[in-house]
């Protein structure tokens, strides 16, 4: 069975976008419309993948996760960011090489929905403001993606945290193809990490 989303159809993104507006005067309300439209997302993707293990992922990641005034480059990959406990980024780090997801970066929400495109992936897996969560659903409807909301932040944009239990258990839940290749040998599929600003 393909897969299909009610994003994809333009009444849906256009009926959304309405209840948003009527609910943004209390932004709690419209956060937690956001938040069940997330779970029902998940609930739909989960369905989709029983029995048909994702090959390739796609992470995508905000750019705030980063320590306000790292210097680090992270647009390449996060070598760096593996020994360094200064923010979330090592241990996002860490749980790519347990599970044999390759790191690439991008700093622009653009750039990681052409990411996609180009790459194809099985899943997207992706933690954001509720905001960018559905522009994430919106903007490429065409890939299943599992979501979460950012678990907080310092301030807007500075140093957010992400539940790092949740992406684990997502990771877990799609690599175990990536580790039985790995045991018998043979190339492993890779995956991406898309880091992305506002």
Not at 40 to 56: D, E, I, K, S, Y
Not at 103 to 125: G, K, N, Q, T, Y
Request: glycine residues 6%; aromatic residues 6%.
């Amino acid at each position: 069975m393909s897969w299909r989303s009610p994003w994809q159809s333009r009444a849906y993104v256009a009926s959304v976008a309405a209840v948003r507006r009527l609910l943004r005067p209390v932004p709690r309300w419209e956060e937690r419309f956001v938040e069940g439209l997330v779970r029902v997302q998940n609930r739909r993707v989960r369905r989709h993948l029983r029995g048909r293990p994702a090959a390739t992922v796609l992470l995508i990641l905000p750019r705030c996760v980063k320590m306000h005034g790292c210097c680090a480059d992270v647009k390449a990959d996060l070598a760096l960011c593996r020994e360094c406990g200064d923010c979330q980024l090592g241990g996002i780090a860490r749980l790519c090489d347990r599970y044999g997801v390759r790191a690439l970066v991008a700093f622009r929400s653009h750039v990681a929905f052409a990411m996609a495109r180009a790459e194809r992936p099985d899943l997207i897996i992706a933690t954001a403001c509720h905001d960018r969560l559905v522009k994430a659903l919106r903007s490429v409807p065409e890939y299943p993606a599992l979501l979460a909301p950012l678990a907080g932040m310092e301030r807007m944009c500075v140093n957010a945290a992400i539940d790092l239990t949740w992406f684990e258990a997502q990771l877990a839940a799609v690599a175990a193809p990536v580790r039985e290749a790995v045991a018998t040998g043979d190339r492993a599929p890779a995956a991406g990490v898309a880091a992305t600003g506002p």
